[in-house]
């Protein structure tokens, strides 16, 4: 295969990716709304979701205006979660700038950058790479679509492979020194009371950025199932770009069977409990993996709350 044409495939399995999420496991209690003018608004359950449309980029939204347990309201225009930026257009940069983003982390791996481009953003705004493993999901997904070979295919993804592949990968988030280190970093610098609105992302927008949203708005007390709504709500952004990139594959020969890739391009309960459940068993709670395996302290999780609920 040429390389022009690998490189096709390549970009093509890079949009069927999907790694960003973040924990679960201690808290419950109240629904959120209040939405800004600007957002759209819509609402997959009881939750408002706060996406912001834009043409190159399906999964980008304020993380705030939940309720939590508390009795508070997480502020919104400080926080935002979204695939990768890399495809926007003129117009969606100006979009964007209009958010007034002092920080924009970058969790995809170099390999990911290569083929899919850095992000395109306002002036004076310049990604930071912050690296979350996907171990090696990216360049099994290359391997399985440049190969165009529907036996390759089905024994890389079939049988319940990639579902498996996908819990692991959760796992991961907690069991990674590495990774728990990258997702830190990003907590300590949203709590900095310095630091303007962050936004943060992976390729999808929904496994390693679905995790950090997980955790973020577990540690500022939102109830557990809105915040797993918020993690689902990842299906609802994706569904129809995914599935033009699936019947995309199939028209030009690439995959006889793209439902092989819808494992890995949704997010699924399944896929969260592998992670809380290994938090639980490596930490003992969800407070136990913010402060041993985060390793923040009391002060930085207090900035926090204060920041971000009012």
Known sequence: MSRARIRLATAAAAAALAIGTLPASAYAAAPGAGV?????????????????????????RDLGGYRTWTGGKVRQGLVYRSDALSKLTDADVTTVSGLGLTKV?????????????????????????????????????????????????????????????????????????????????????IADDGQGPVLYHCTSGKDRTGW????????????????????????????????RLRAGLKQSGRMQNPDLLIPLQEVRQDYLDAATARM???????????????????????????????
Request: aromatic share 8%; no cysteine; proline share 5%.
């Open 36 to 60: 800004s003018a600007r957002h759209h608004q819509v609402q997959p359950q009881a939750e408002t979701i706060r996406q912001i449309p834009l043409q190159g980029a399906v999964n980008v």
């Open 105 to 189: 982390v970058d969790f995809r791996i170099p390999m990911e950058l290569q083929y899919d481009g850095a992000d395109r953003l306002p002036s004076g705004l310049t990604a930071t790479s912050r690296p979350v493993s996907d171990l090696g999901l990216y360049g099994t997904l290359v391997g399985a679509i440049a190969s165009g070979d529907p036996v390759t295919q089905e024994q890389m993804l079939g049988g319940g492979r990639a579902e498996a592949y996908m819990r692991d990968i959760y796992r991961t988030f907690v069991t990674s020194p590495e990774n728990r280190a990258q997702f830190a970093a990003t907590l300590r610098e």
């Open 212 to 243: 950090m949203s997980y955790v973020l708005l577990r540690l500022l007390a939102v109830p557990e199932d809105t915040a797993e709504r918020d993690y689902l709500a990842s299906n609802t952004f994706r569904a129809a770009y995914d599935a």
């Open 280 to 310: 639980e068993a490596d930490y003992g709670s969800f407070y136990g993996y913010l402060t041993q395996g985060l390793g923040l302290d009391l002060r930085t999780l207090a900035k926090l709350q204060n920041k971000l609920v009012r």
